[in-house]
């Protein structure tokens, strides 16, 4: 089945310690997409890339990293640095297309990050 | 910069009800618009979009919206709802050219009451 997996669903972070969420597609999608959601505040752009090797902050990047050395893997990595990284966080792909319908993103099933 | 304003938070309506989500955006530019669901612990579904052409967008589950670019409004519509529409609906909005960035609502919650 073509999808986007994110991996893991639950992860907790210790005071100082980063983590790392995973997200994997195999729909052959060009762009991909960090998104962060807090209740009552909708989606937030956190990085993007629409290429391997090459990526772009998005709206709340600060004490965020990712990395894009494979088109299927896009990673991020919540550092010490977020002090408030409590949230529901989704990741997402699309096509680009020159000329053509692009981005229409498609989402994984999203990874629960709490503070211990 | 974009933005997307969801005028409920939440919507609790009786099952077979109708029922109207409303969304606006500010651009002076042409947009793409969509409407994304959410079911509780779960990634967001495209149940429609709006990229050209015909203003009245069907999706899927029954839903329907339409665009409208004089009051920069892209409301969704369902005629009758059934209990499995209880969810998180999200407006969004992109720009045609560049990054296409998608810029979301802050989200209404829908309540379907027996």
Redesign the interface.
Known sequence: DGG?T?SPKYLFRKEGQNVTLSCEQNLNHDAM?W?RQDP??????IY?S?IVNDF?K?DIAEGYSVSREKKESFPLTVTSAQKNPTAFY?C?SSMVQIGQ??????????T?LSVL | AQS?TQLD?QVPVFEEAPVELRCNYSSSVSV?L?W?VQYP??????LL?Y?SGSTLVKGINGFEAEFNKSQTSFHLRKPSVHISDTAEY?CAV?DRGG????V????TRLTINP
């Open positions: 986007i994110q997409y998104y009552g505040q909708g989606l937030r752009l993007y629409q772009q998005g989704l997402a319908l692009k981005n229409i993103q498609y989402f994984g099933a999203g629960r | 997307v938070s793409y969509f994304y612990n779960q990634g967001l579904q495209l979009k990229l999200f992109s990054a296409q960035k998608l979301f609502g802050q989200g």
